[in-house]
C-alpha cells in the first residue's frame, strides 16, 4: 500500500511549484515510508509514496511506460488479486513485463482497455493515469471503496490525493468547514455522506467510480454498484459457493513479498480467514502463521454483558489459536496511552472519527509494525451478511431512519440552542437518498426489499466508515491491511441473497456459519457476534471526562457551539444515554472523546467556520 497525489493548474509550471509538491509528498509519508518520487510535466504533477509489499525493485513509482505513441504515468495505491490472470491476458495481446509488480499489470491494463480498465481489476486500490500526449488525467477507486481517493475542483485545476491533508498542502484547499460539514460533523459523524470529504469543496471519489480530467472539465461515471438480480442457487449450492468465494479471497490475499500476519478475535470472522490460512500454509509446507489480538488493560475486572456485547473474546482468542495453530501475541492498551492515541487519530483521519475504536486500532497497529508489513482482517462480513442485532430485530428494521443512529436526541442535546436547526432534516435527506436508491426486482418480498435497503444502508454509510479507519489507522504506521471479505464477488453474491438462505436457521451471518462448520470449532462457529472490543475501565470515562470540562473552559469556535448542560449532562450521568451516538460502541465515554477529538481537530488543522 502506498500514498499517491497529483496537481494539475493549467496555467502553473509545476517545476517552481517543487517547495509545494514536496510538502504534498511529506504529509503522506506515514502511508509510504520506503520510497517517494515526483512525476512533473509543465502543469501537471504525479506524487508516490511508497509501502513496498511486492517487487521492490520494478515496483518504483511514478511508474512510466510508452506505447503508441503516447507516454502514459501512473500513481497507484493498493493490491490486485487477479494480478496473474491478468498479466497472462496482456501477454497474450503482445505486453512485455520487466517485473511481478501489480502496479506494471494495473498501467498496461490501462493502456490496452482505457477508461474500461477498472471492470478488469479485483483488488483494493485508488490510482491516476496521465497520458502526457492528450494531457489526460485518469482517476480511479475500487468497486468496494476499501482505499481512498480525495479530490478538490478550483478555477484553474485539479488536485487530488489519498488523504484530505496532503490537499491542504497544496495550498488549492483550505481549512474551512461550512453548515453542510458541520451537519456531517455533529449529525452523521463519525460516518459521513458518500463522495463528501467533510472540507468545503472536498470529495472523494464514490467506491466504483472513475473520473476524467482533460480540457478543464471534469466527468465522472461509476463502473460498479449494487444491482439487483434474481438468485437461482438453492441453500444448499449457496452455502457451497460462499464457500469457495471465501476461501479463494483469503487465498489471493496471501500473496505477499513480505511477511504477513492476521487479526484474530475470536469472532466467526477472523476465525475462519486464519483457518483458511493456516490450511493453505500446511498444504505450502510454510511456517505456521502469526495472530494478534488486542485487549484492554484490567478490562474482565469491568466487563458486563449486553445486547451488543455477550461475550468477552480472550477464551473464544485461545481456542481459535490452538485449533488453527498459530504463534499468538495479544496486545494490550493501557487507557491512558488509549486516551492519549485519540489525538493522533484525528491526524489520521483527518477528522474527527471512531474516537477509542479508532486509537485502540492504531495502536494495535502500531505494535504489529514492529514485526509485520501486511495482515489480514475480517472486516465487513456483518454488513454483507446480516451480522448486526438491527438484521434481526424486526421493529429496528422497519423503523424509517439509519438503525445505527436511530435518534439525534444525544446529538442535538450538546449543542446550544439554535445552532445548526436542520440537523435531523439533513439526516433523514441523506436516509432517504439511500433507501431510494436500493436496487430491487418486482418479485422481492416486503422482507427482502428491506433487506435490499438495509444492505445499501450498511454498505454505503457503516461499512464505508469501518474501512475507513481501517485504512486511515493502519496506514498510519505503514501497515498494509487486507480484507477478504471486501471481494466484489461476495458482495454481489451477497446482496442478492434471499433474507431466508442467508439467515440460515434465523442466525446472524448463519449461512457464513453453515459454510465454515467443519472446519473451525462448534463454540467458535456457532457463537453470538460480538463486536470490536472497548474498553469497560471506568477509568478512561473519568480522564476523558476531565479533558472535556478542561476544554469547555476555554472560548473556542467549538465551545460557541457546544451547550455546557448538555456536555455536563452526559458527565454526570453517563449510564442515562438511552440510545449511543453511533453503533453499538459509542456511548457516554467515546461522546466525551469525540469531543475531544472535535476540539483538537478544530485547533490542530486550523478549520475556520464559513459564516
Not at 260 to 278: E, K, M, N, R
Not at 303 to 331: C, G, R, W, Y
Request: proline letters at 4%; a negative charge; glycine letters at 6%.
Amino acid at each position: 500500500m502506498c500514498g499517491i497525489a497529483g496537481l494539475v493548474d493549467r496555467y502553473e509550471d509545476l517545476s517552481e511549484k517543487l517547495g509545494i509538491l514536496s510538502e504534498m509528498s511529506k504529509a503522506l509519508t506515514r502511508r509510504g515510508p520506503d520510497e517517494n518520487g515526483i512525476f512533473i510535466d509543465h502543469n501537471t504533477a504525479l506524487i508516490h509514496r511508497r509501502l513496498v509489499v511486492i517487487d521492490k525493485d520494478n515496483g518504483k513509482q511514478p511508474m512510466m511506460c510508452g506505447m503508441k505513441n503516447e507516454k502514459y504515468v501512473i500513481v497507484y495505491n493498493g493490491e490486485l488479486y487477479n494480478t496473474e490472470e491478468l498479466r497472462a491476458e496482456l501477454k497474450g495481446k503482445g505486453y512485455k513485463f520487466k517485473g511481478h509488480s501489480d502496479t506494471e499489470v494495473v498501467l498496461k491494463c490501462y493502456i490496452e482497455y482505457g477508461e474500461n480498465c477498472a471492470e478488469k481489476l479485483n483488488g483494493i486500490f485508488a490510482f491516476a493515469v496521465y497520458e502526457t500526449y492528450n494531457k489526460k488525467l485518469f482517476m480511479c477507486r475500487d468497486r468496494i471503496g476499501v482505499k481512498p481517493f480525495y479530490y478538490s475542483e478550483f478555477e484553474t485545476g485539479i488536485v487530488f490525493g489519498s488523504e484530505i491533508k496532503t490537499l491542504l498542502k497544496s495550498g488549492k484547499v483550505k481549512p474551512v468547514i461550512n453548515d453542510e460539514g458541520l451537519y456531517e460533523i455533529f449529525f452523521l459523524g463519525p460516518a459521513s455522506t458518500p463522495g463528501s470529504g467533510v472540507f468545503k469543496n472536498v470529495k472523494e471519489l464514490l467506491p466504483g467510480e472513475y473520473a476524467v480530467y482533460e480540457g478543464g472539465r471534469l466527468r465522472k461515471n461509476r463502473y460498479f454498484k449494487l444491482e439487483a438480480k434474481e438468485f437461482d442457487d438453492c441453500e444448499h449450492r449457496a452455502i457451497e459457493y460462499v464457500r469457495y468465494l471465501l476461501t479463494d479471497a483469503v487465498e489471493r490475499q496471501l500473496v505477499s513479498d513480505v511477511p504477513l500476519c492476521f487479526f484474530l478475535s475470536g469472532g466467526l470472522d477472523s476465525s475462519i480467514i486464519v483457518q483458511t490460512a493456516s490450511n493453505f500454509f500446511k498444504r505450502n509446507n510454510l511456517d505456521k502463521i502469526t495472530t494478534y489480538s488486542v485487549e484492554y488493560r484490567d478490562n474482565m475486572k469491568f466487563f458486563e454483558k449486553s445486547l451488543f456485547q455477550p461475550t468477552a473474546d480472550v477464551e473464544f482468542i485461545k481456542l481459535m489459536s490452538e485449533n488453527a495453530d498459530t504463534a499468538h501475541t495479544e496486545v494490550i492498551i493501557d487507557n491512558e496511552q488509549l486516551a492519549d492515541a485519540l489525538y493522533d487519530s484525528v491526524l489520521a483521519r483527518d477528522l474527527p472519527g471512531y474516537v477509542d475504536v479508532d486509537s485502540s486500532l492504531l495502536l494495535f497497529c502500531k505494535e504489529i509494525k514492529e514485526n509485520y508489513t501486511v495482515a489480514l482482517s475480517g472486516e465487513c462480513a456483518d454488513e454483507l451478511f446480516g451480522g448486526y442485532p438491527w438484521y434481526h430485530n424486526k421493529d429496528i428494521l422497519f423503523e424509517d431512519c439509519f438503525p445505527w443512529s436511530r435518534s439525534q436526541d444525544i446529538r442535538r442535546s450538546i449543542l446550544k440552542d439554535g445552532v445548526l436547526p436542520k440537523g435531523e432534516e439533513y439526516v433523514r435527506e441523506k436516509y432517504l437518498d439511500t433507501i431510494t436508491s436500493a436496487d430491487k426486482l418486482r418479485s422481492d418480498s416486503k422482507l427482502n426489499a428491506r433487506m435490499r435497503e438495509m444492505f445499501n444502508l450498511n454498505y454505503y454509510w457503516f461499512m464505508q466508515c469501518l474501512l475507513e479507519r481501517k485504512d486511515r489507522c493502519s496506514m498510519y504506521s505503514g501497515l498494509e491491511v487486507r480484507v477478504p471479505f471486501c471481494d466484489y464477488r461476495i458482495v454481489e453474491y451477497a446482496y442478492n441473497m434471499p433474507w431466508e438462505i442467508k439467515a440460515y436457521k434465523g442466525r446472524e451471518k448463519g449461512i457464513v456459519r453453515k459454510a465454515f462448520e467443519d472446519i473451525l470449532p462448534y463454540d467458535i462457529v456457532w457463537r453470538k457476534k460480538s463486536p470490536y472490543p472497548k474498553t469497560h475501565n471506568p477509568e478512561y470515562t473519568r480522564i476523558c471526562a476531565q479533558r472535556v470540562m478542561d476544554i469547555m473552559k476555554r472560548k473556542t469556535p467549538l465551545t460557541e457551539l457546544l451547550s455546557e448542560k448538555g456536555v455536563m449532562e452526559i458527565i454526570n450521568n453517563p449510564e442515562g444515554i438511552s440510545s449511543p451516538w453511533y453503533g453499538q460502541l459509542m456511548k457516554a465515554p467515546q461522546i466525551l472523546a469525540y469531543i475531544i477529538e472535535l476540539d483538537y481537530w478544530f485547533r490542530e488543522y486550523k478549520v475556520d467556520i464559513e459564516s
